[in-house]
T-cell receptor
Framework: NAGVTQTPKFRVLKTGQSMTLLCAQD?????MYWYRQDPGMGLRLIHY???????AKGEVPDGYNVSRLKKQNFLLGLESAAPSQTSVYFC???????????????FGPGTRLLVL | AQSVTQPDIHITVSEGASLELRCNYS??????LFWYVQSPGQGLQLLLK????DTLVQGIKGFEAEFKRSQSSFNLRKPSVHWSDAAEYFC???????????WGAGTKLIIKP
């Protein structure tokens, strides 16, 4: 099992460019998440998905869009990148535990994005 | 409001010494509690979790944590740290109203040789 994989690992963009980050999981998890991590701010949830075809906004969704067309994939898009989106992006997935509450999250290795 | 506080941004410990990382939370009911570890350049990995039952939970890599309801705390401990424990540690509680986790800001552990 590969677990959670993310592509690319590193990317440099110019302001205004667009890109898509891909996350894939092979654990048949229902839930998938996109976080950004900035120094001193911990993890902040961008968007999440509770199943194929469904997405929801997290704490910091502005400037990002997501899609979950297949259960195993969760895409994060930046339509017009800004320097404030320079960050490390993590994807995670989890299964539903008791009472339908998400259980342990499994993380990918991260994507470092630099927006100039 | 629901929140998680990790009071220490950095902690420096000598190799072989004991460790305690603090986590305090504000939550209306009994939360689900997690500790994750992030090694440099890596994603996060679950160390341990508490859902119910015995308030002292054992995790991987020799870590343990104790849920203290009266103090709203879930502190992480290890009796003797190794240089490989140098990492950032995150406490998380949940679920929130959207069934998501609330994350602490993290504590960076530095190991002195």
């Amino acid at each position: 099992n590969a677990g959670v994989t993310q592509t690319p690992k590193f990317r440099v963009l110019k302001t205004g460019q667009s890109m898509t980050l891909l996350c894939a999981q092979d654990m048949n998890h229902e839930y998938m998440y996109w976080y950004r991590q900035d120094p001193g701010m911990g993890l902040r949830l961008i968007h999440y998905s509770v199943g194929e075809g469904t997405t929801a906004k997290g704490e910091v969704p502005d400037g990002y869009n997501v899609s979950r067309l297949k259960k195993q994939n969760f895409l994060l898009g930046l339509e017009s990148a800004a320097p404030s989106q320079t960050s490390v992006y993590f994807c995670a997935s989890s299964y539903l535990g008791l009472a339908g509450i998400p259980e342990t999250q499994y993380f990918g290795p991260g994507t470092r994005l630099l927006v100039l | 409001a629901q929140s998680v506080t990790q009071p220490d941004i950095h902690i420096t410990v000598s190799e072989g010494a004991s460790l305690e990382l603090r986590c305090n939370y504000s939550y209306g009911a009994t939360p689900y509690l997690f500790w994750y570890v992030q090694s440099p350049g890596q994603g996060l990995q679950l160390l341990l979790k508490y859902f119910s039952g015995d308030t002292l939970v054992q995790g991987i890599k020799g870590f343990e944590a104790e849920f203290k309801r009266s103090q709203s705390s879930f502190n992480l401990r290890k009796p003797s740290v190794h240089w490989s424990d140098a990492a950032e540690y995150f406490c998380a509680v949940g679920p929130d109203s959207n069934y998501q986790l609330i994350w602490g800001a993290g504590t960076k552990l530095i190991i002195k040789p």
